[in-house]
């Protein structure tokens, strides 16, 4: 046939790896390309000569929301092991679920945390942000004072964006700043964040009404 | 999240990749760390939807996840096998979702011509992404518009034809011609 033709194939498997062969001509490759070794060499030849050309694209950080979507979909114990020990599927149900139950009371480790310091360098407060990322908590660190009438406020700073408030600063101990979903996409889109003084309560506007006292760099881990 | 990983991560991505083909789930979100920014940006580019490409971003990697056993190091490199992934299935959500907004491809970068300096990419030290910078930079202008704008726009033959006005049949020729000029270029 001559469509056969290797000169023919080669150039197919360039217009299947551009994307530009499509509909049904586009699912027959794809079969043959999964029957047919040479075929798919070809292809995977294709693929990696275009594939330099996303080093030109500017990465771009995805929710933190995504990660733990994934590990949902993709099950939490290890499948293959699973089918390889039929007979041990009700012992390792009830691992898993002790698994499960284990991980919820270990959160593990944060997956960014943040030293607020004062301008002297006193460390105030340890901000980590959960490995779900669905809160933040806040440890007193240092010698923290502010007057009762006021409070501190903590904000992500995306870039490009306004700051978004996370919540209030603790005078003491811990506190936990559970994470709604604008929020979450802030810190995923923030190298910093920044405590403000505010009125007690907090910005009744939303925005920082008082100057910002700290701002300290979100470290990923 | 980590640092997003750079063409020069090619060894460590393999790595990790083989050990998830041994189910090995820490490697896992290393690679998830490690390649999805530039994954996302990709599929952001061919989806033009924060929500839809977060959507694939999902479902490649849970492909990744299963398929991971079928990565050969020696068949070809690690990044082209997860792109190659992604594309797919970016193309073949925007084939469903029929989702094609009309705003245009401006953000994407030009590719120098034969006269213009090569310096700034021969400077990333990358081979690869030299040879092909060179050789696209070696066709045609039209040829090179078409070729650019299908890939990182995941654009069809008709899809490129309505972004630069040109007819349909004009386009597929030079697809075809910039494709065989550019395999003779690379294999030279």
């Known amino acids: 046939m001559k469509r056969d033709e290797p000169e023919m194939l080669d150039l197919l498997a360039a217009e299947y790896a551009l994307g530009t062969l499509r509909g049904a001509a586009r699912r027959s490759f794809a079969q043959r390309r999964e029957r047919d070794p040479f075929v798919d060499r070809r292809v995977r030849a294709w693929e990696d000569r275009f594939a330099s050309l996303i080093w030109r694209l500017v990465p771009v950080a995805p929710s933190p929301a995504i990660w733990t979507a994934i590990e949902r979909r993709v099950g939490s114990a290890p499948r293959a092991r699973w089918r390889a020990l039929p007979a041990a599927i009700a012992a390792a149900a009830v691992l898993g679920l002790g698994w499960l139950l284990w991980q919820q009371l270990q959160p593990g480790a944060p997956q960014a945390t943040a030293v607020v310091a004062s301008e002297a360098g006193a460390a105030l ?37 306004a700051p978004v408030s996370l919540g209030l600063m603790p005078a003491s101990g811990r506190v936990r700043l559970v994470l709604d979903d604008d929020q979450r996409a802030a810190l995923a889109l923030a190298a910093n964040v920044a405590v403000s003084d505010e009125p007690k309560g907090g910005s009744p506007t939303g925005a920082p009404t008082g100057p910002v006292l700290y701002v300290a760099a979100l470290a990923r881990t | 999240m ?20 041994r189910q090995d789930r820490q490697a896992f979100q290393r690679l998830y760390e490690r390649a999805s920014p530039q994954l996302l940006a ?19 990697f849970v ?6 056993g079928q990565f050969e190091s020696g068949r070809g490199s690690a990044w082209g096998w997860l792109i190659a992934i992604a594309r797919y299935r970016a193309i073949d959500l925007q084939r469903r979702e029929k989702c094609l907004t009309t705003e245009p491809y401006a953000e994407i970068d030009e590719i120098p011509g034969d006269d213009e300096p090569q310096e700034a990419i021969v400077g990333l030290g990358q081979r690869a992404t030299a040879a092909l910078t060179n050789c696209l930079g070696a066709l045609q202008p039209r040829q090179r518009e078409c070729i650019l704008l299908a890939y990182q726009g995941g654009l069809s033959h008709s899809g490129v034809a309505a972004e630069i006005g040109e007819p349909l049949g004009s386009v597929k020729s030079w697809i075809r011609r910039g494709l065989a000029a550019l395999k003779r270029c690379l294999e030279s």
């Open chain 2, 42 to 60: 990709c599929l952001l580019h061919i989806l033009r939807s924060r929500a839809m490409a977060e959507d694939a971003l999902q479902d490649v």
């Open chain 2, 2 to 21: 980590a640092e997003s990983a750079g063409p020069e991560s090619e060894p460590e991505i393999a790595r990790l990749l083989a050990a998830c083909a």
């Open chain 1, 125 to 161: 407060w340890r901000v980590a942000l959960a490995a779900d990322g669905d809160y933040i908590e806040v440890d007193t660190v240092g010698d923290v004072r502010f007057p009762d009438e006021r409070s501190r406020e903590l904000w992500a700073l995306p870039a490009n964006t």
């Open chain 2, 63 to 68: 492909q990744v996840w299963g398929r991971a």
